[in-house]
């Protein structure tokens, strides 16, 4: 799914604002002036399509979840755990841990 501004397209093909959209488990709908893309697997992601992002993950997936969303344990000693299994000491650090080419 790629979001820019008021344009999504899921797969290159392109999701009509205001137009509900499933298909394979996958669900873009348009809350209010928001974005939300749901996926069978557990996992939904909201944009308000400027600066803020909310995700959200079913309570199955508690513990089971890694990266920049953290390990959804309800522990902070463990949330800014890097992809090498080490805990960064600030989220600077963290977020730059986590960057891919």
Do not use: Q
């Not at 909201?46 to 969303?69: K, Q």
């Amino acid at each position: 799914v790629v979001a820019e501004g008021r344009n999504v397209s899921v797969n290159g093909a392109v999701v009509p604002e205001g137009r509900p959209y499933l298909h394979k488990g996958l669900s873009v709908t348009w809350p209010g002036d928001w974005v939300a893309v749901a996926s069978s697997l557990g996992v939904r992601v909201a944009w308000d399509r400027h600066l803020a992002v909310t995700v959200t993950a079913e309570p199955e997936l508690r513990g089971g979840t890694w990266g920049l969303c953290g390990t959804y344990t309800n522990d902070p000693a463990d949330d800014f755990m890097r992809p090498d299994g080490d805990i960064a000491a600030v989220a600077a650090a963290f977020g730059n841990a986590w960057k891919v080419p």
